[in-house]
């Protein structure tokens, strides 16, 4: 028997740079992973906002996809701070 889902989580998360530069940095290091993060379980979709804002919009069908979707944007955030370690 297949289990159904009585409710649906949907979130944002939103990151706030120092400079449009690298909004823009963070914006393009994630666009390669984008569409492999996506599942029938959670969508996450990106977008730039304002000045310095990017933003994550969550969609997820379980608390699972939901938690695993919230770790990949993390995980995404470290990826970003080394590569701008590096560049400095």
Do not use: H
């Not at 994630?30 to 492999?36: A, C, M, Q, T, V």
């Amino acid at each position: 028997m297949k289990k159904q889902n009585d409710c649906s989580i949907k979130s944002s998360i939103e990151f706030y740079f120092n400079n449009t530069k690298n909004r823009d940095i963070s914006f393009i290091t994630f666009l390669p992973e984008f569409n492999k993060i996506n599942s029938k379980r959670s969508r996450i979709t990106m977008e730039k906002e304002g000045e310095n804002y990017l933003k994550f919009y969550i969609d997820s069908n379980d608390i699972t996809a939901f938690r695993a979707s919230i770790n990949e944007i993390i995980t995404f955030r470290k990826i970003y701070e080394n590569i701008i370690e590096l560049i400095s």
